[in-house]
């Protein structure tokens, strides 16, 4: 039973501080509000009735307008302290775990020791090593609906937190933390929680790179030593190389799909920016290693091929090298800026390497192997790491500006009208082109803005291969990716800029910098992808592009669109049958696939635990590389701790390494037919009651925009990116995560579970034997129980309670649909319940159970004061007072954000 009374501790001492910084900032009027209303949100959760709801929406509504903020941003502030402290609890708890000295659920210990029980030998291990890997890629999808600014103070709180478990420390030196917390708490207080104007792409730049530089940076080496120690633990009868298995990538400055402000120059200065920040690590981890190497060549010696690399002797060899090296570095950065230098540069992160692996051989050859592995082992994975790229930059784009760009290309090049082409024609144009010598772009020529700044995307990635490396662009993603064209417009883009091309001739093999990668987002799409990619695989070009990439081909899955178009069961089981039939495509074609898997942080969007969502994958999905976006408030819940960061890297890479072994062994079960049969039958249920209603119902998109605060989400300064595609109302061309947001600020959730109870109750109706075959599937199928388990998750955090409060905004038309609503909200709860057997949602997680059972009557007074300022916002014609309202409004969307610990 795990010991939950620190954290009530910490929650009562953060609680009581905020109470008396209350007082002290706003006066005892502010903290009397906060109080009332809290007793009455207790009371209305104890015993929800009409009677209790007046009395919770008569005490937020006897708040006077002067005093409205500070008591919204009271509840706010207060969730912001409990996420940080039981972020606290989960390292406290971990460190009590570790002491135990038992194996722990999600170590490298726990995968090791199941690898050699599966059994797995030395040499099978060797091999999977080389071949599985986790890559992580930070994204700008606006879901951070805090400050970096505020998070900065979070950083600080937990820092104070810890040391207040330290048992040395006296009274009279906790009393001293807790002011500094207290102060903390105060500039908190003080700093604006909404941000006044909207984010760059450059600033989302800097933030990503916040967690490299602060965090990753020394945390990644850490973890990897720690996945060699339990290789070498377990598996100690052979010496076993282990590579770097996890790695990280960035969308930020490189996703330009739907947004204007990803231009080439901003992607060229990115670059910069993941150059600067790589030369800047370097530079201080080797002013810290030059106050450690000081062995004397006098007393210890030194190889003498190291000694012949330094410009004159000296006794402190190592010291002289490091000096030697900082200035190569510094004439690097020169060299990549186009200013004048003297002396040595480095071309390239290897030749950084090089030198730093001379050092370690001598110090290796000369009794100084520990000092090798304690003070430059670290930095030589680094730099095998990060190179000079820090972190490699995806670009994304949409692929009708391809469409667009070649068909220009082609019109003034004489080549005929591309967009009356059929698909067979264009690809058969396509690879012609791809195939000859010949250019198609007039350098002389002026294109349209369009095709200018497509191909200037390209010339981008030519130019950042010849300064960073070819590891600062690897990958080309195209999303609404829906034929065999869509990809080969992009290699004819990057044959234009020298990306692609035949230097001994089109018999011979092609040179191929990128990889192209298409984006399957639509429940149409992921349906279709196979067909698409069985014509790539039996196309001459793309086959040897193929080649020059060792027959490796990657594929990215859209979950925020898929769900948004069918729901999450169909979504969901239509991303998992995709990849079971583009698997035995690429088998067919001898393929080596890679899944990159669009997931979002909230449950709609693909969200939940990473290692289930991992193993939930067909079982050969996970021999290779598994490739995650990580977003938004998913980035700082993971990675702003340098041991929750440790913690979650080494949970997800285990999984990686367990789910790829079994691949590999054939001990994975895979599931009966009968039960694809099923879960195909509820499928189709399934998307026809969320499409009746969310495309069918005339009423459904009016409900939308009054029953959510999706209009003015859009005014929260979170992202780069606008909410819309275009100025359409519509549902099908707003973005994904406006759409999830919207819902789970309202406490509907719908996206992440209509349409489950209706085709439960269908298929339970007419299949015999049914409910005891979902049982099974739960208690034996991964991928099911993955499902089940977000979806109970999603229902227990979606109240209707509170539902109800937003629906009254929408007028009859809310009351109609709301009651639509409540009713498969009921029919799936229990359906859940039927399958689990559980008496309760999340009875098999009991620590999150009770985590929203305690947050609830603290979420549920800014859902009442969201709902009373969107109906006074909405019926206001006076333009300072809705900017008034509306400032409110986004206080509470922040409040509710971090209550809920999710947005989109």
Request: glycine letters at 6%; a negative charge; aromatic letters at 8%.
């Amino acid at each position: 039973m795990q010991n939950d009374a620190p954290l009530h501790r910490d929650i009562r001492i953060l609680g009581d501080l905020l109470g008396e910084v209350l007082v002290e900032q706003c006066g005892q009027s502010v903290l009397d509000h906060v109080e009332a209303i809290r007793k009455s949100s207790k009371s209305f959760r104890l015993n929800p009735s009409d009677e209790t709801r007046l009395a919770l929406r008569t005490a937020v509504e006897s708040v006077p307008t002067e005093l409205r903020n500070d008591t919204i941003h009271a509840f706010a502030v207060y969730f912001q302290l409990v996420n940080l402290a039981e972020q606290h609890h989960r390292l406290r708890r971990r460190r009590d775990n570790e002491r135990s000295q038992n194996i722990q659920r999600g170590t490298f210990d726990e995968a090791l020791n199941t690898l050699k029980h599966l059994p797995i030998r030395s040499d099978q291990l060797a091999d999977l090593l080389q071949e599985v890997g986790i890559e992580l890629i930070l994204t700008a999808h606006p879901t951070e609906a805090l400050r970096r600014t505020v998070l900065d103070k979070h950083s600080k709180i937990s820092a104070f937190l810890e040391e207040m478990d330290n048992p040395l420390r006296t009274p009279r030196e906790l009393d001293e933390l807790k002011e500094k917390i207290r102060t903390e708490i105060i500039v908190l207080w003080q700093t604006r929680s909404v941000r006044k104007q909207r984010i760059t792409v450059i600033d989302e730049v800097r933030n990503g790179l916040y967690f490299l530089d602060q965090i990753l940076f020394d945390v990644l080496p850490e973890v990897h030593e720690k996945l060699e120690r339990a290789v070498r633990e377990h598996f100690s009868d052979e010496e076993i190389a282990v590579p770097s298995l996890i790695r990280f990538g960035s969308w930020m400055g490189g996703d330009r799909d739907g947004n204007p402000n990803v231009t080439h120059s901003t992607t060229a200065e990115t670059l910069k920016l993941h150059f600067d920040l790589a030369v800047t690590k370097y530079e201080e981890k080797l002013l810290q290693l030059g106050r450690d190497m000081s062995p004397s060549i006098e007393r210890v010696g030194a190889d003498a091929e190291f000694i012949a690399t330094l410009p004159e002797l000296s006794d402190e060899p190592y010291r002289a090298k490091i000096d030697q090296i900082v200035l190569k570095l510094k004439n690097t950065r020169r060299r990549v800026l186009d200013e004048p230098f003297r002396g040595n540069a480095y071309m390239n992160a290897s030749e950084l390497y090089d030198d730093l692996n001379l050092m370690d051989k001598s110090l290796r050859a000369h009794r100084g192997a520990r000092i090798a592995d304690q003070f430059l082992r670290p930095l030589l994975f680094q730099v095998q790491l990060f190179g000079f790229h820090m972190v490699t930059l995806d670009i994304r784009q949409h692929s009708g500006v391809h469409e667009h760009a070649v068909a220009e290309l082609t019109d003034v090049a004489g080549l005929g009208n591309y967009r009356d082409l059929s698909e067979a024609e264009r690809v058969s144009f396509l690879s012609a082109c791809l195939q000859s010598p010949r250019p198609i772009r007039n350098p002389y020529h002026v294109y349209s803005d369009v095709t200018t700044e497509a191909l200037a995307v390209f010339d981008v990635i030519r130019r950042g291969h010849e300064q960073f490396g070819k590891a600062c662009i690897q990958d080309y993603l195209i999303s609404m990716a829906q034929g065999a064209s869509d990809l080969l417009e992009v290699l004819l883009l990057a044959k234009e800029s020298g990306l692609f091309g035949w230097p001994d001739g089109p018999s011979a093999a092609p040179t191929s910098d990128i990889h192209v990668v298409p984006l399957f987002e639509t429940i149409e799409d992921l349906q279709a992808a196979p067909e698409v990619m069985r014509s790539l695989f039996e196309n001459a070009v793309f086959q040897k592009h193929l080649a020059a990439h060792e027959g490796r081909q990657e594929i990215m899955l859209g979950y925020s669109d898929s769900n948004k178009d069918g729901g999450y069961l169909t979504a969901n089981w239509s991303l998992y049958t995709a990849q079971r039939r583009l698997l035995a495509i690429a088998e067919q074609y001898r393929v080596k696939l890679k899944f990159f898997h669009g997931r979002g942080g909230a449950l709609g969007r693909g969200g939940g635990p990473v290692e289930q969502s991992i193993l939930a994958q067909p079982s050969q999905a996970l021999y290779g590389h598994v490739k995650i976006t990580e977003q938004g408030e998913v980035i700082s819940q993971r990675y702003s701790h340098p041991r929750i960061a440790e913690r979650s890297l080494e949970s997800a890479t285990a999984t990686v390494l367990v789910g790829a072994a079994q691949a590999s062994a054939n001990q994975q079960d895979e599931a009966p037919e009968a039960w694809f049969a099923l879960l195909e039958d509820a499928s189709k249920q399934s998307f026809q009651a969320y499409r009746q209603l969310v495309f069918g119902d005339d009423g459904f998109l009016q409900y939308f925009h009054e029953a959510t605060p999706v209009d003015e989400i859009g005014k929260l300064n979170i992202g780069s990116r606008p909410s819309k595609r275009t100025q359409s109302a519509k549902i099908e061309d707003l973005r994904a995560i406006p759409w999830v947001f919207s819902w789970t600020q309202s406490r509907h959730l719908l996206p992440a579970w209509y349409g489950f109870g209706l085709a439960m109750e269908h298929v339970l109706a007419h299949r015999a034997g049914s409910l005891q075959a979902f049982q099974e599937m739960y208690q034996r199928w991964p991928f099911f129980r993955t499902l089940i388990d977000n979806l109970q998750m999603a229902l227990a955090k979606a109240d209707m309670l509170i539902a109800r409060e937003y629906a009254s905004l929408a007028g009859s038309n809310g009351e109609r649909l709301f009651a639509l609503i409540e009713e498969e909200y009921a029919r799936s709860r229990k359906a859940v319940l039927l399958i689990t057997g559980y008496d309760e949602l999340l009875d098999n997680r009991a620590v999150i159970q009770q985590s929203i059972q305690l947050r609830n009557p603290y979420v549920d007074p800014l859902s009442f004061f969201q709902v009373r300022l969107l109906r006074q916002l909405r019926d206001s014609g006076d333009d300072v007072l809705k900017d008034a309202l509306l400032a409110d409004v986004l206080l509470t969307i922040n409040g509710i954000a971090a209550g809920l610990r999710n947005t989109g």
